[in-house]
């Protein structure tokens, strides 16, 4: 079975910057659509970015356009996301996602992924 593992979280100040990886193991060569999502404390799940791998298509939340980049890897089965300019609203659990061969239609809708991570805590502080 697909897994998922994060890391890169952690705690950083205002305007700094992370790096989120997500590495799949048993993943079937092929295209995939892999986003990661957030959460933060008493808030809903939110999109944060999403890349379909048969062509390097991305989509990117609103509350992170121009400052997050999702990337891949597909010699190491990784998937990247570059965190910049982070303020304390980007504070929250980072989770990886993935649904092995299908397209990424409706990016955001967490429903429709069927693997996830364990999650990476980021801290951003003022």
């Known amino acids: 079975q697909l897994q998922l593992v994060e890391s890169g979280g952690g705690s950083v100040q205002v305007g700094g910057s992370l790096r989120l990886s997500c590495a799949a193991s048993r993943l079937t060569p092929g295209s995939h659509c892999m986003a990661w999502f957030r959460q933060g404390v008493g808030k809903g799940r939110e999109g944060v970015a999403a890349i379909y791998t048969g062509n390097n298509s991305t989509w990117y939340g609103d509350s992170v356009k121009g400052r997050f980049t999702i990337s891949q890897d597909n010699a190491k089965d990784t998937v990247y996301l570059q965190m910049n300019s982070l303020k304390p609203e980007d504070s929250g659990m980072y989770y990886c996602?993935?649904?092995?061969?299908?397209?990424?239609?409706?990016?955001?809708?967490?429903?429709?992924?069927?693997?996830w991570g364990q999650g990476t805590q980021v801290t951003v502080s003022s």
């Open positions: 996602s993935a649904r092995p061969h299908r397209m990424c239609w409706a990016p955001f809708r967490d429903e429709e992924y069927y693997y």
